[in-house]
């Protein structure tokens, strides 16, 4: 099993910034691509940035490129998701997710991840 932990939201105007955190502990050596994913209040949960194992590949929806950045540390075991340029309709709940498995590359794929944080608030006024 893999636990995964979010920190980072909170509320912010639009137009700053914002950092998430993943924190990842327990078996993280039997889990590869690791993604973020967010939900709005009455939404479904949808992809935002996905990474592979060594950080080499990246993949964002289109809404996101440009303005988030996703990075790992695996010495630290902890997913990142930069968020500059902020808008109000980026305000949700954002979730790490964690694929099982050895996998090169990544994915958009919700159902492909095995492993979710509780997930962090982002908040964006306008």
């Known amino acids: 099993q893999v636990q995964l932990v979010e920190s980072g939201g909170g509320l912010v105007q639009a137009g700053g910034s914002l950092r998430l955190s993943c924190a990842a502990s327990?078996?993280?050596?039997?889990?590869?691509?690791m993604g973020w994913f967010r939900q709005a209040p009455g939404k479904e949960r949808e992809f935002v940035a996905a990474?592979?194992?060594?950080?080499?590949?990246?993949g964002y929806a289109d809404s996101q490129q440009g303005r988030f950045t996703i990075s790992r540390d695996n010495a630290k075991n902890t997913l990142y998701l930069q968020m500059a340029s902020l808008k109000p309709e980026d305000t949700a709940v954002y979730y790490c997710?964690?694929?099982?498995?050895?996998?090169?590359?990544?994915?958009?794929?919700?159902?492909?991840?095995?492993?979710w944080g509780q997930g962090t608030q982002v908040t964006v006024s306008s």
């Open positions: 997710a964690a694929r099982k498995g050895m996998y090169s590359g990544w994915t958009k794929f919700l159902a492909n991840y095995d492993y």
């Open positions: 327990g078996r993280t050596g039997s889990s590869s691509v």
């Open positions: 990474i592979s194992r060594s950080g080499d590949s990246t």
